[in-house]
Protein backbone atom coordinates (compact mmCIF):
# COMPACT_ATOMS: atom_id res chain seq x y z
CA UNK A 1 0.00 0.00 0.00
CA UNK A 2 1.48 3.81 -0.88
CA UNK A 3 1.71 5.76 1.94
CA UNK A 4 -1.01 8.57 2.15
CA UNK A 5 0.90 11.94 2.10
CA UNK A 6 -1.64 14.84 3.07
CA UNK A 7 -0.05 18.50 2.37
CA UNK A 8 -2.54 21.15 3.67
CA UNK A 9 -1.75 24.50 1.86
CA UNK A 10 -0.98 25.26 -2.01
CA UNK A 11 1.52 28.10 -0.87
CA UNK A 12 4.95 28.12 -1.68
CA UNK A 13 5.96 26.12 1.14
CA UNK A 14 3.31 22.78 0.12
CA UNK A 15 3.39 23.45 -3.43
CA UNK A 16 7.04 22.49 -3.65
CA UNK A 17 6.91 20.16 -1.31
CA UNK A 18 4.54 18.27 -3.03
CA UNK A 19 5.83 18.44 -6.62
CA UNK A 20 9.29 17.39 -5.22
CA UNK A 21 7.47 14.38 -3.02
CA UNK A 22 6.09 12.97 -6.76
CA UNK A 23 9.37 13.34 -8.54
CA UNK A 24 11.33 11.61 -5.81
CA UNK A 25 8.56 8.63 -4.57
CA UNK A 26 7.36 6.33 -7.25
CA UNK A 27 3.43 5.76 -7.02
CA UNK A 28 3.93 2.35 -4.74
CA UNK A 29 5.70 4.37 -2.79
CA UNK A 30 3.32 7.30 -1.85
CA UNK A 31 -0.02 9.08 -2.80
CA UNK A 32 0.45 12.20 -2.61
CA UNK A 33 -2.99 14.85 -1.62
CA UNK A 34 -2.46 18.30 -1.48
CA UNK A 35 -5.42 20.24 0.14
CA UNK A 36 -6.21 23.98 -0.32
CA UNK A 37 -8.85 26.60 0.61
CA UNK A 38 -9.11 28.38 -3.04
CA UNK A 39 -7.10 26.47 -5.59
CA UNK A 40 -5.42 29.51 -6.65
CA UNK A 41 -2.04 30.42 -6.18
CA UNK A 42 -0.88 34.06 -4.74
CA UNK A 43 2.79 35.72 -5.55
CA UNK A 44 2.21 38.20 -2.50
CA UNK A 45 5.60 39.81 -3.10
CA UNK A 46 4.08 41.71 -6.42
CA UNK A 47 1.62 43.30 -3.91
CA UNK A 48 4.31 45.45 -2.64
CA UNK A 49 4.47 47.19 -5.50
CA UNK A 50 0.88 47.15 -6.88
CA UNK A 51 -0.11 50.28 -5.63
CA UNK A 52 2.64 52.65 -7.50
CA UNK A 53 1.56 50.52 -10.42
CA UNK A 54 -1.49 50.40 -12.60
CA UNK A 55 -1.22 46.27 -12.57
CA UNK A 56 -4.20 44.09 -13.46
CA UNK A 57 -5.32 42.17 -10.12
CA UNK A 58 -6.34 39.22 -12.72
CA UNK A 59 -2.06 39.39 -13.70
CA UNK A 60 -0.35 36.02 -14.29
CA UNK A 61 2.28 37.79 -12.20
CA UNK A 62 -0.04 37.58 -9.40
CA UNK A 63 -2.17 34.41 -9.16
CA UNK A 64 -2.39 31.10 -11.59
CA UNK A 65 -4.41 28.48 -10.91
CA UNK A 66 -2.71 25.89 -8.38
CA UNK A 67 -3.57 22.96 -10.40
CA UNK A 68 -1.07 24.14 -13.31
CA UNK A 69 1.59 24.33 -11.18
CA UNK A 70 1.70 20.92 -9.90
CA UNK A 71 3.23 17.69 -10.90
CA UNK A 72 0.25 15.29 -12.56
CA UNK A 73 0.78 12.72 -9.83
CA UNK A 74 -0.63 15.23 -6.90
CA UNK A 75 -4.01 15.12 -6.57
CA UNK A 76 -5.30 18.53 -5.37
CA UNK A 77 -8.61 19.30 -3.33
CA UNK A 78 -10.00 22.39 -3.03
CA UNK A 79 -11.57 23.00 0.34
CA UNK A 80 -11.03 24.04 3.57
CA UNK A 81 -9.46 21.58 6.29
CA UNK A 82 -11.91 22.78 9.15
CA UNK A 83 -10.14 20.27 12.18
CA UNK A 84 -6.72 18.01 12.05
CA UNK A 85 -7.44 15.20 14.54
CA UNK A 86 -3.92 14.04 15.48
CA UNK A 87 -5.09 11.31 17.59
CA UNK A 88 -6.86 9.58 14.56
CA UNK A 89 -4.66 10.78 11.62
CA UNK A 90 -7.86 12.72 10.37
CA UNK A 91 -8.50 15.84 8.30
CA UNK A 92 -12.20 16.92 7.80
CA UNK A 93 -12.72 18.78 4.97
CA UNK A 94 -15.71 20.66 3.68
CA UNK A 95 -15.69 21.71 -0.07
CA UNK A 96 -18.51 24.11 -1.41
CA UNK A 97 -20.75 21.79 -3.26
CA UNK A 98 -21.81 23.20 -6.90
CA UNK A 99 -24.14 21.04 -7.80
CA UNK A 100 -26.44 21.80 -4.52
CA UNK A 101 -27.84 25.15 -4.15
CA UNK A 102 -26.49 28.06 -3.07
CA UNK A 103 -24.20 27.29 0.29
CA UNK A 104 -24.28 23.36 -0.35
CA UNK A 105 -21.51 21.78 1.58
CA UNK A 106 -19.53 18.95 1.71
CA UNK A 107 -17.75 17.25 4.45
CA UNK A 108 -15.50 14.92 4.08
CA UNK A 109 -12.56 13.05 6.32
CA UNK A 110 -9.52 11.72 4.96
CA UNK A 111 -6.81 9.71 6.40
CA UNK A 112 -3.03 10.04 6.55
CA UNK A 113 -0.13 8.24 7.00
CA UNK A 114 2.25 11.80 6.98
CA UNK A 115 0.58 14.95 6.98
CA UNK A 116 2.52 18.40 6.26
CA UNK A 117 0.72 21.62 7.56
CA UNK A 118 1.95 24.54 5.25
CA UNK A 119 -0.94 26.52 5.89
CA UNK A 120 0.42 30.20 6.21
CA UNK A 121 -0.48 33.24 7.86
CA UNK A 122 -3.71 34.84 8.03
CA UNK A 123 -4.20 38.88 8.61
CA UNK A 124 -5.86 39.26 12.32
CA UNK A 125 -7.72 42.81 12.08
CA UNK A 126 -9.71 42.42 15.28
CA UNK A 127 -5.91 41.64 16.74
CA UNK A 128 -5.74 45.89 16.56
CA UNK A 129 -8.56 48.02 18.07
CA UNK A 130 -9.71 50.68 15.49
CA UNK A 131 -8.94 48.57 12.29
CA UNK A 132 -12.34 47.32 11.87
CA UNK A 133 -14.12 50.50 12.29
CA UNK A 134 -14.62 54.25 10.77
CA UNK A 135 -14.34 55.65 6.94
CA UNK A 136 -11.49 53.58 5.96
CA UNK A 137 -8.39 55.44 5.83
CA UNK A 138 -6.10 53.40 7.07
CA UNK A 139 -4.53 51.01 4.32
CA UNK A 140 -2.13 48.03 3.92
CA UNK A 141 -0.84 46.21 0.92
CA UNK A 142 -1.08 42.63 2.44
CA UNK A 143 -4.06 41.83 -0.18
CA UNK A 144 -4.94 42.38 -3.40
CA UNK A 145 -7.55 44.42 -2.28
CA UNK A 146 -5.72 46.39 0.21
CA UNK A 147 -3.24 47.17 -2.15
CA UNK A 148 -5.80 48.46 -4.73
CA UNK A 149 -7.57 50.66 -2.30
CA UNK A 150 -4.30 51.48 -0.96
CA UNK A 151 -3.32 52.60 -5.11
CA UNK A 152 -6.43 54.59 -5.28
CA UNK A 153 -5.71 56.38 -1.85
CA UNK A 154 -2.46 57.74 -3.41
CA UNK A 155 -3.87 58.63 -6.73
CA UNK A 156 -6.25 61.45 -4.76
CA UNK A 157 -3.30 62.10 -2.09
CA UNK A 158 -2.87 65.94 -2.15
CA UNK A 159 0.56 65.57 0.40
CA UNK A 160 0.55 65.75 3.98
CA UNK A 161 1.35 63.32 6.59
CA UNK A 162 2.16 59.73 5.88
CA UNK A 163 2.49 57.23 8.79
CA UNK A 164 3.73 53.68 8.34
CA UNK A 165 3.63 51.52 10.73
CA UNK A 166 3.72 47.20 11.53
CA UNK A 167 1.24 45.89 14.21
CA UNK A 168 3.73 43.45 15.69
CA UNK A 169 5.77 41.27 14.95
CA UNK A 170 5.86 38.64 13.56
CA UNK A 171 4.65 39.55 10.26
CA UNK A 172 5.37 38.37 6.42
CA UNK A 173 8.04 38.99 4.52
CA UNK A 174 10.00 41.59 7.25
CA UNK A 175 11.61 43.63 4.84
CA UNK A 176 8.45 44.64 2.70
CA UNK A 177 7.26 47.76 4.81
CA UNK A 178 10.99 49.34 4.02
CA UNK A 179 11.01 48.67 1.00
CA UNK A 180 7.39 50.33 0.42
CA UNK A 181 8.85 53.29 2.24
CA UNK A 182 11.71 53.45 -0.40
CA UNK A 183 9.35 52.80 -3.14
CA UNK A 184 6.91 55.54 -1.58
CA UNK A 185 9.47 58.27 -1.40
CA UNK A 186 10.42 57.55 -5.49
CA UNK A 187 6.74 57.89 -5.95
CA UNK A 188 5.93 61.06 -3.82
CA UNK A 189 8.95 62.76 -6.04
CA UNK A 190 7.83 61.68 -9.37
CA UNK A 191 4.56 62.93 -8.72
CA UNK A 192 5.56 65.67 -7.44
CA UNK A 193 4.36 65.51 -3.79
CA UNK A 194 7.24 65.04 -2.12
CA UNK A 195 7.88 68.87 -1.10
CA UNK A 196 4.14 68.54 0.81
CA UNK A 197 4.49 65.25 1.93
CA UNK A 198 5.86 64.48 5.76
CA UNK A 199 7.01 60.64 5.70
CA UNK A 200 7.03 58.77 9.06
CA UNK A 201 8.40 55.37 9.62
CA UNK A 202 7.25 53.58 12.76
CA UNK A 203 8.82 50.42 14.00
CA UNK A 204 8.09 47.60 17.04
CA UNK A 205 11.54 47.67 18.29
CA UNK A 206 14.55 49.57 19.29
CA UNK A 207 15.48 49.95 15.60
CA UNK A 208 14.03 49.97 12.19
CA UNK A 209 14.48 46.35 11.24
CA UNK A 210 14.29 42.96 12.75
CA UNK A 211 18.08 41.93 12.22
CA UNK A 212 20.17 44.46 14.03
CA UNK A 213 23.14 44.76 11.33
CA UNK A 214 20.80 45.55 8.24
CA UNK A 215 18.83 48.24 10.87
CA UNK A 216 22.03 50.08 11.33
CA UNK A 217 22.85 50.10 7.49
CA UNK A 218 19.50 51.27 6.62
CA UNK A 219 18.98 54.15 9.17
CA UNK A 220 21.07 56.48 7.14
CA UNK A 221 19.84 55.89 4.14
CA UNK A 222 15.98 56.71 5.45
CA UNK A 223 17.91 60.01 7.15
CA UNK A 224 19.16 60.61 3.50
CA UNK A 225 15.81 60.71 2.27
CA UNK A 226 14.37 62.88 5.35
CA UNK A 227 12.30 60.02 6.23
CA UNK A 228 11.48 60.33 10.06
CA UNK A 229 11.76 57.73 12.23
CA UNK A 230 10.17 56.49 15.74
CA UNK A 231 11.40 53.04 17.24
CA UNK A 232 9.71 50.87 20.02
CA UNK A 233 6.53 52.07 18.80
CA UNK A 234 3.95 49.31 19.23
CA UNK A 235 0.32 49.82 18.12
CA UNK A 236 -2.17 49.72 20.90
CA UNK A 237 -4.95 50.96 18.94
CA UNK A 238 -5.86 53.04 15.90
CA UNK A 239 -8.40 55.97 15.94
CA UNK A 240 -9.58 57.02 12.90
CA UNK A 241 -12.30 59.82 14.02
CA UNK A 242 -8.92 61.50 15.21
CA UNK A 243 -6.36 60.10 12.84
CA UNK A 244 -4.13 59.07 15.30
CA UNK A 245 -2.19 55.87 16.29
CA UNK A 246 -1.11 55.23 19.87
CA UNK A 247 1.30 52.82 21.39
CA UNK A 248 1.76 50.61 24.34
CA UNK A 249 4.39 52.95 25.42
CA UNK A 250 2.29 55.94 25.90
CA UNK A 251 2.86 57.95 22.42
CA UNK A 252 -0.15 59.30 19.93
CA UNK A 253 1.04 59.76 15.84
CA UNK A 254 -1.10 62.10 13.46
CA UNK A 255 -1.54 60.84 10.45
CA UNK A 256 -3.49 61.79 7.04
CA UNK A 257 -2.56 58.47 5.23
CA UNK A 258 -1.55 55.80 7.38
CA UNK A 259 -0.10 52.22 5.88
CA UNK A 260 0.01 49.84 8.32
CA UNK A 261 1.27 46.12 8.38
CA UNK A 262 -1.98 44.76 9.67
CA UNK A 263 -1.19 41.92 12.78
CA UNK A 264 -0.61 37.87 11.71
CA UNK A 265 -1.70 35.11 12.95
CA UNK A 266 -1.27 31.42 12.22
CA UNK A 267 -4.41 29.84 10.24
CA UNK A 268 -7.82 29.30 11.95
CA UNK A 269 -7.35 25.55 11.90
CA UNK A 270 -4.40 25.33 13.62
CA UNK A 271 -5.77 27.29 16.81
CA UNK A 272 -8.76 25.12 16.07
CA UNK A 273 -7.09 22.07 16.40
CA UNK A 274 -4.94 23.06 19.42
CA UNK A 275 -1.53 23.12 17.78
CA UNK A 276 -0.78 26.28 17.77
CA UNK A 277 0.69 28.24 20.61
CA UNK A 278 -1.09 31.60 21.42
CA UNK A 279 -0.23 33.34 17.91
CA UNK A 280 -1.38 30.31 16.41
CA UNK A 281 2.19 29.72 15.09
CA UNK A 282 3.07 25.70 15.21
CA UNK A 283 5.83 24.45 17.27
CA UNK A 284 8.38 23.07 14.96
CA UNK A 285 11.58 21.76 15.37
CA UNK A 286 13.96 24.45 13.58
CA UNK A 287 16.44 21.55 12.06
CA UNK A 288 14.30 18.83 10.66
CA UNK A 289 11.24 20.34 10.96
CA UNK A 290 8.62 18.05 12.45
CA UNK A 291 6.60 19.47 14.63
CA UNK A 292 7.63 19.09 18.42
CA UNK A 293 5.89 15.89 20.17
CA UNK A 294 4.07 14.72 17.62
CA UNK A 295 5.19 11.87 14.94
CA UNK A 296 5.09 11.55 11.25
CA UNK A 297 3.25 15.40 11.40
CA UNK A 298 5.56 18.06 10.06
CA UNK A 299 5.33 22.13 9.91
CA UNK A 300 7.20 24.67 7.46
CA UNK A 301 6.33 28.28 5.94
CA UNK A 302 5.14 31.13 7.52
CA UNK A 303 3.13 28.60 9.51
CA UNK A 304 5.69 27.72 12.28
CA UNK A 305 7.06 29.47 14.98
CA UNK A 306 10.45 29.00 13.85
CA UNK A 307 13.53 31.96 13.90
CA UNK A 308 13.51 33.10 10.61
CA UNK A 309 11.63 35.64 8.65
CA UNK A 310 7.98 34.51 7.19
CA UNK A 311 8.94 34.61 3.90
CA UNK A 312 8.55 32.42 0.71
CA UNK A 313 12.45 31.84 0.45
CA UNK A 314 12.47 30.35 3.76
CA UNK A 315 9.60 28.18 2.87
CA UNK A 316 11.59 27.24 -0.11
CA UNK A 317 14.63 26.11 1.21
CA UNK A 318 12.50 24.19 4.18
CA UNK A 319 10.30 22.63 1.28
CA UNK A 320 13.37 21.16 -0.11
CA UNK A 321 14.46 19.74 3.06
CA UNK A 322 11.54 18.38 4.13
CA UNK A 323 10.74 16.76 0.89
CA UNK A 324 14.33 14.55 1.01
CA UNK A 325 13.68 13.77 5.03
CA UNK A 326 10.24 12.61 4.16
CA UNK A 327 11.19 10.37 1.11
CA UNK A 328 13.78 8.86 2.83
CA UNK A 329 12.10 8.11 5.82
CA UNK A 330 9.60 6.15 3.32
CA UNK A 331 12.32 4.50 1.47
CA UNK A 332 13.84 3.80 5.18
CA UNK A 333 16.98 5.79 4.08
CA UNK A 334 19.20 7.93 6.31
CA UNK A 335 20.01 11.31 5.21
CA UNK A 336 23.28 12.65 6.60
CA UNK A 337 25.58 16.22 6.21
CA UNK A 338 24.11 19.31 5.02
CA UNK A 339 21.37 18.17 3.31
CA UNK A 340 19.64 15.98 5.92
CA UNK A 341 18.82 19.90 7.84
CA UNK A 342 17.65 22.97 7.92
CA UNK A 343 19.94 25.28 8.41
CA UNK A 344 18.22 28.84 8.85
CA UNK A 345 18.60 29.37 5.24
CA UNK A 346 16.68 32.41 3.82
CA UNK A 347 17.70 34.69 0.84
CA UNK A 348 15.66 37.76 0.23
CA UNK A 349 16.25 41.32 -1.71
CA UNK A 350 15.24 44.55 0.10
CA UNK A 351 14.21 47.83 -2.44
CA UNK A 352 15.89 50.79 -1.21
CA UNK A 353 15.03 53.25 -4.02
CA UNK A 354 15.67 54.64 -7.29
CA UNK A 355 16.03 50.88 -9.12
CA UNK A 356 18.60 50.10 -6.25
CA UNK A 357 18.28 47.06 -3.68
CA UNK A 358 20.47 45.28 -1.97
CA UNK A 359 20.14 41.63 -0.65
CA UNK A 360 20.16 39.49 2.60
CA UNK A 361 21.58 36.08 2.48
CA UNK A 362 21.77 34.23 6.19
CA UNK A 363 21.13 31.21 7.99
CA UNK A 364 20.79 30.48 11.80
CA UNK A 365 24.34 30.35 12.32
CA UNK A 366 25.51 33.57 9.99
CA UNK A 367 23.74 37.24 9.99
CA UNK A 368 23.25 38.86 6.68
CA UNK A 369 26.31 40.79 5.33
CA UNK A 370 23.84 42.98 2.52
CA UNK A 371 26.27 44.41 -0.12
CA UNK A 372 25.37 47.96 -1.25
CA UNK A 373 22.07 48.68 -3.19
CA UNK A 374 22.73 48.30 -6.90
CA UNK A 375 20.97 48.63 -9.75
CA UNK A 376 22.00 44.78 -10.38
CA UNK A 377 20.03 43.58 -6.83
CA UNK A 378 16.91 45.39 -8.33
CA UNK A 379 16.97 43.75 -11.82
CA UNK A 380 17.54 40.60 -10.37
CA UNK A 381 14.37 41.03 -7.92
CA UNK A 382 12.31 41.61 -10.57
CA UNK A 383 14.09 38.74 -12.48
CA UNK A 384 12.90 36.27 -10.04
CA UNK A 385 9.28 38.02 -9.87
CA UNK A 386 8.94 36.64 -13.46
CA UNK A 387 10.94 33.74 -13.23
CA UNK A 388 8.68 32.28 -9.91
CA UNK A 389 5.95 30.92 -11.68
CA UNK A 390 8.34 28.51 -14.05
CA UNK A 391 11.01 27.61 -11.72
CA UNK A 392 9.74 28.10 -7.67
CA UNK A 393 6.58 25.98 -7.16
CA UNK A 394 7.64 23.24 -9.34
CA UNK A 395 11.17 22.46 -7.06
CA UNK A 396 13.25 23.06 -9.88
CA UNK A 397 15.75 25.18 -7.96
C1 LIG B 1 3.74 42.38 0.47
C2 LIG B 1 4.54 41.12 0.61
C3 LIG B 1 5.78 41.01 -0.01
C4 LIG B 1 6.52 39.85 0.13
N1 LIG B 1 7.75 39.78 -0.48
C5 LIG B 1 8.52 38.67 -0.31
C6 LIG B 1 9.79 38.58 -0.93
O1 LIG B 1 10.24 39.49 -1.65
N2 LIG B 1 10.53 37.46 -0.71
C7 LIG B 1 10.07 36.43 0.06
O2 LIG B 1 10.78 35.43 0.22
N3 LIG B 1 8.86 36.49 0.66
C8 LIG B 1 8.06 37.58 0.49
N4 LIG B 1 6.83 37.64 1.08
C9 LIG B 1 6.39 36.58 1.99
C10 LIG B 1 5.90 35.34 1.27
O3 LIG B 1 4.99 35.66 0.25
C11 LIG B 1 5.27 34.38 2.27
O4 LIG B 1 6.15 34.23 3.35
C12 LIG B 1 5.03 33.02 1.64
O5 LIG B 1 4.00 33.13 0.67
C13 LIG B 1 4.67 31.97 2.69
O6 LIG B 1 4.43 30.76 2.05
P1 LIG B 1 3.62 29.60 2.80
O7 LIG B 1 3.55 28.49 1.82
O8 LIG B 1 4.21 29.34 4.13
O9 LIG B 1 2.17 30.20 3.08
P2 LIG B 1 1.09 30.81 2.10
O10 LIG B 1 1.70 31.25 0.83
O11 LIG B 1 0.34 31.81 2.90
O12 LIG B 1 0.14 29.57 1.77
C14 LIG B 1 -0.72 29.03 2.71
C15 LIG B 1 -1.85 28.34 1.97
O13 LIG B 1 -2.61 27.57 2.91
C16 LIG B 1 -3.95 27.66 2.58
N5 LIG B 1 -4.73 27.34 3.79
C17 LIG B 1 -4.68 27.96 4.99
N6 LIG B 1 -5.57 27.39 5.84
C18 LIG B 1 -6.15 26.38 5.15
C19 LIG B 1 -7.17 25.44 5.48
N7 LIG B 1 -7.74 25.42 6.68
N8 LIG B 1 -7.55 24.56 4.53
C20 LIG B 1 -6.99 24.55 3.29
N9 LIG B 1 -6.04 25.44 2.93
C21 LIG B 1 -5.62 26.34 3.86
C22 LIG B 1 -4.12 29.09 2.10
O14 LIG B 1 -5.25 29.21 1.26
C23 LIG B 1 -2.83 29.30 1.33
O15 LIG B 1 -2.97 28.97 -0.03
C24 LIG B 1 6.03 38.77 0.91
C25 LIG B 1 4.77 38.87 1.52
C26 LIG B 1 4.03 40.02 1.37
C27 LIG B 1 2.69 40.10 2.05
Redesign the pocket.
Known amino acids: MPRQIII ?7 TITANMLARQLRPHEAEITL ?4 GRHVY ?2 F ?2 YMPFNDSDPQSQLLVRDERTLLHQRVHLLIG ?2 QQIDVANHQVHVSQSNALEPAGGKRESVLVYDDLVL ?4 RLAFADLPGLEEGPGVWHH ?2 DTEGALRLRQALSTFPGGRIVIAVAGIPY ?2 PP ?1 PLEFTFLLDDWLRQHYLREHTVIEYLYPLPRVFTIERVAEMVAPWLEEREIATRVFFTPEAVDQQRRVIRSLEGEEVPFDLLILVPPHRG ?3 IEASGLGDSQGWIPTDRYTLQVKGQEHLYA ?4 TDLPVP ?4 A ?1 HFEARVLARRLAAAIRGETLEGDEALYDGEVM ?2 LETGNRRATQLVFNYEHPPEPPRPSLFYHLEKQLLNHAYWHLIPQGLI
Do not use: H, N
Open positions: IGGGVGGIDSTMPWLQVATGAFYRCAAQVLGDAKSGSACF
